[in-house]
């Protein structure tokens, strides 16, 4: 029995850094979550350029909760079956939904992804002039009910990482006094 809890007090310290980070990460999701929700109407139509301040939250969205679970530079993807976390089969789909967009809209442009069209036109009929003009899809990725979701698995996610540190830190609260500054600047 010591031997066992001897290796989870050594995986917790081993991930506490990743746990912090990532619980910050969330939290910065879930904000970006609310902000859409209290301005964006799913049902209601917008112009580009409210869509465009509605995207800029469904952006920082998909990377705040994409990045714990994209490995880095000296990281690992966050694991959290390590804290008790289980996601469901529904959680899961969203999940990879949102991890995938990331990797292939958000932060990347894959050509498989684009979408857009592009066209010419003479705006005058008797000169030979040509305009270029480009429409871009300039609607959300994420519906009212996708966004739903992802708000509850969030403050799941958020209540088992914030149960999790309360655990570590009445037995190893030496463990979780930390500060951590960039190592580059």
Known sequence: MPIRVRVMNENRKEISHRLIYSGWDFQQALSALTFLLEECEYDKRYS??????????????????????????????????????????????????????????????????????????????????????????????????????????LHRVLDKLAKYEFELVQGEHEAFNKSKTPTNT
């Open 48 to 153: 580009k350029v409210e869509m465009r301040r509605f995207r800029c939250f469904e952006t920082t969205l998909i990377v705040s909760f994409a990045r714990p679970f994209k490995a880095g530079w000296g990281r690992e993807n966050l694991d959290l079956s390590k804290i008790g976390f289980t996601f469901t089969e529904e959680d899961l789909i969203l999940k990879n939904k949102i991890i995938k967009l990331r990797d292939k809209v958000i932060s990347h442009s894959d050509e498989e992804q684009m979408h857009y069209k592009s066209y010419s036109f003479k705006p005058i009929d008797d000169r030979d002039i040509r305009v270029p003009m480009t429409v871009f899809n300039e609607s959300l990725y994420l519906n009212e009910s996708e966004v739903r979701a992802i708000e509850n698995l």
